[in-house]
């Protein structure tokens, strides 16, 4: 039935269903994929899973801090390995963005330690060990997920967590731009994946508008995301404590990086400004005028 919410089923029913079938996708990926794309994949299952609790955690009362903690911590277990992964990947956008700047092979080194930090941090013993706890956990909370409880019935349950989150990220967009700094990009960055999770579980209010504006969001957290992760690699770059601090090239990458980052930073601006032109009340009063209309 897809990570979405119907409208026309009891929204206890759907948010059990929601987690159950995240939990399992989550476990297959471990089953069968190869260990970098099963680590993405559970990272991801457990995202959805947060932010289905997060939009209905008024409703939820006590439960919503123990679940959170739980998905929390699973993806944290995989955290590492993602992490190395990820910097590789944001040393190839700024080597793919100034190529006719640079001399490329001058940056090799830098890759070369990337990736020989990426295979130490997921070597053959301990990324393995990680997933097969995930999956224990994963598979042990199947049976809590069907037992939460919601009061609240229709979109009742789901317009309180709806405001506060989009009424956090919006808050969080004037916070970056007015102190711009890694942390406080990376606090809009999670809330506007919160907030595109949310919209993606109700397109099915009015699908044609629900899904531009999901697409439009998923730029806005690509870019944001883009930046974070460019922000991480600068970070290592500068460490003393990383070899790749010594290597020759590493204050002209950093240069480039800052760069790119305040490209990426003036396309989310406009962006972001339209994503949360409304103020929170007026948002979920739509949302939920489009709700009312289908139920």
């Not at 967590?161 to 700094?181: H, K, N, V």
């Not at 606090?187 to 993606?200: A, C, D, L, P, S």
Request: net charge positive; glycine share 4%; hydrophobic share 40%.
């Amino acid at each position: 039935m897809g990570y979405r919410f119907k409208i026309d089923k009891p929204v206890r029913d759907e948010l059990r269903r929601i987690i159950i079938e995240q939990i399992s996708r989550a476990v297959e990926a471990i089953d069968t994929l190869p260990a970098d794309r099963a680590v993405h994949d559970v990272r991801r299952c457990c995202k959805r899973i947060r932010a289905a609790l997060r939009l209905v955690r008024p409703a939820l009362g006590d439960a919503y801090d123990r679940e959170n903690a739980r998905y929390r911590d699973i993806a944290r277990l995989l955290a590492a390995a993602r992490d190395a992964r990820t910097v590789i990947a944001a040393y190839d956008v700024v080597v793919t963005r100034f190529a006719d700047e640079i001399d490329r092979p001058a940056f090799a080194p830098i890759r070369r330690a990337l990736t020989l930090r990426h295979r130490e941090s997921a070597d053959g013993t301990s990324q393995p060990a990680r997933l097969k706890e995930a999956r224990r956990q994963l598979k042990e909370a199947v049976q809590q997920a069907g037992k939460l409880s919601i009061a609240p019935r229709g979109f009742a349950a789901l317009a309180p967590g709806l405001e506060i989150t989009y009424d956090r990220a919006r808050q969080e967009m004037t916070d970056a731009f007015a102190d711009p700094s890694v942390e406080t990009f990376h606090e809009w960055r999670k809330g506007v994946k919160y907030h595109r999770f949310h919209v993606h579980m109700l397109d099915d209010t009015w699908k044609p508008l629900m899904v531009a504006r999901c697409k439009a969001l998923r730029e806005l957290s690509d870019l944001l995301g883009e930046d974070h992760d460019l922000a991480v690699l600068e970070q290592l770059l500068s460490d003393e404590s990383e070899s790749l601090s010594d290597l020759s090239a590493s204050p002209v990458m950093r240069s480039l990086i800052q760069r790119r980052r305040q490209e990426l930073q003036a396309q989310a601006r406009p962006l972001g400004a339209r994503c949360f032109a409304e103020k929170p009340k007026a948002h979920v009063r739509r949302i939920e005028a489009y709700w009312q209309a289908e139920a």
